[in-house]
């Protein structure tokens, strides 16, 4: 399986962009980059999943380099409530099990 | 509502006995998994089904079983056979386990072993 490489943690001060980096440098053409998020005591939640183009939803955009071995996520406005471990993570594309292998994820820190 | 449900939330037990936690999802989804996370650490796989009255194992699964007798239902049992059972537990389910979907995970249930 494919491994990512995140930052342990990260600062951000509220109302200011965050930008959140991975590497996945051994990512096959058919792997997806799929982010979630999780606060303390709670479920991850989804937040956003790109195969080669960037994507953008409610919650967040991702940028994915052109040779796929980085992306970032984007959060537009930081708000205390995006205070959360975010984890960067690839699915095989082929012969999938619907498998999401989690690293240690950034923790990040929202600043009022 | 639809969603994933866990109970309980906090589970205590004594070392030696085994425990079934539960997990319930009326969201009509295919794929069911089970995840253990240990303080500090990211998730790990213990087991997961495609579709009912089938699972395979994951990274971790020695001293879990499971069953799946209904779509809606992924019960998984912590035997005495577990080493090291005090963790936080989370299901989660997908509409198919095939790549690009997002899968919802319930809020977890905390197994503490004395």
């Known amino acids: 399986d494919a491994k990512t490489t995140q930052p342990n943690s990260m600062e951000s001060n509220e109302e200011e962009p965050v930008h959140l980096p991975c590497n996945h440098s051994?990512?096959?053409?058919?792997?997806?980059i799929h982010w979630y998020r999780q606060l303390p005591s709670q479920g991850p939640e989804y937040v956003i999943h790109g195969l080669t183009s960037n994507v953008n939803n409610r919650m967040a955009s991702l940028a994915i380099a052109e040779d796929r071995k980085s992306s970032t996520l984007i959060l537009h406005r930081a708000t205390l409530r995006d205070a959360a471990v975010y984890y960067c993570?690839?699915?095989?594309?082929?012969?999938?099990?619907?498998?999401?292998?989690f690293g240690q994820g950034t923790t990040l820190q929202v600043k009022p | 509502d639809g969603g994933i449900t866990q109970s309980p939330k906090y589970l205590f037990r004594k070392e030696g006995q085994n425990v079934t936690l539960s997990c319930e999802q009326n969201?009509?989804?295919?794929?069911m998994y089970w995840y253990r996370q240990d303080p500090g650490q990211g998730l790990r796989l213990i087991y997961y089904?495609?579709?009912?009255?089938?699972?395979q194992k994951g990274d971790i699964a020695e001293g879990y079983s499971v069953s799946r007798e209904k779509k809606e239902s992924f019960p998984l049992t912590v035997t005495s056979a577990q080493k090291n059972p005090t963790a936080f537990y989370l299901c989660?389910?997908?509409?198919?386990?095939?790549?690009?979907?997002?899968?919802?995970f319930g809020p977890g249930t905390r197994l503490t072993v004395t």
């Open positions: 989660a389910s997908s509409i198919v386990a095939e790549e690009g979907y997002e899968q919802y």
């Open positions: 969201l009509n989804h295919d794929a």
């Open positions: 993570i690839l699915s095989p594309g082929s012969g999938n099990t619907g498998k999401l292998i």
């Open positions: 089904s495609q579709i009912v009255n089938d699972f």
């Open positions: 051994t990512i096959s053409g058919t792997d997806y």
